[in-house]
């Protein structure tokens, strides 16, 4: 998917030109990372586009220390392993919690994978949220999350988050990947538990819909209007 056709996802009705270099994962990037070994290739697996504003709005967020991205991710699978991001954890911003994050799905479905990990990085929750275009969904504080891209369509999501600081990749890592892994069977997802945790969850399974908010959604309305329209209602991401 070329720029021009993110932008027209991102940005209708907007008469834009940018010239936007994606940061691209590739298939090598997830070795070690999925349920059966990948190759080793500089295959391009998925494209994020870092702090994608509209002319005249970058100060309006940077200015806040919010940062607004956008992540493409065709559909694909590993040997039956549904596409995903690497997945990271987000540094802590005070004693007791980590940076939280915000996502919006702007064309096909996400699958999202949180996990909430003990002081010695092994799994304490996992939670699964199925998300469709137009959905927004909340990351809390304490969370990892992987995304997956569950459907035969590309996934277009964007999200907003403190512009800062540093993702955390290394408990993923050195787990050999997230808690659960995602496997299409007889068109149904199996959630299939990571061997290289010690402690056994069941993950619970959620809509967009059941999953509780900070902010109340305007019907229609996007992450990067909402925060155009009052940027003070997503102080909570700083």
Known sequence: MDIKRVLEIVFPKMELDL?????????????GLTYNDIPDRDEPIYYMYRSLYIDGDRERFEGN??????TVIPPNSFQGELVKTVGHFHPARNERETFPEYYEVLQGEALYFLQKNTEDNDVEEAIFIRAKAGDKVFVPPNYGHVT????????????LVEANFKSLYAPIQEKKGPAFFCIMKDDEIEFIANPNYSNRVTPLVYSADEWEEPVQMEAGKRLYEMYLGNPKLFNFLK
């Open 148 to 159: 997956i891209n569950p459907c035969k369509e590309t996934l277009v999501m964007a999200n």
């Open 19 to 31: 010239e936007l270099t994606p940061d691209v994962r590739l298939m090598k990037d997830l070795r």
């Open 65 to 70: 220390h919010i940062r607004h991205d956008v």
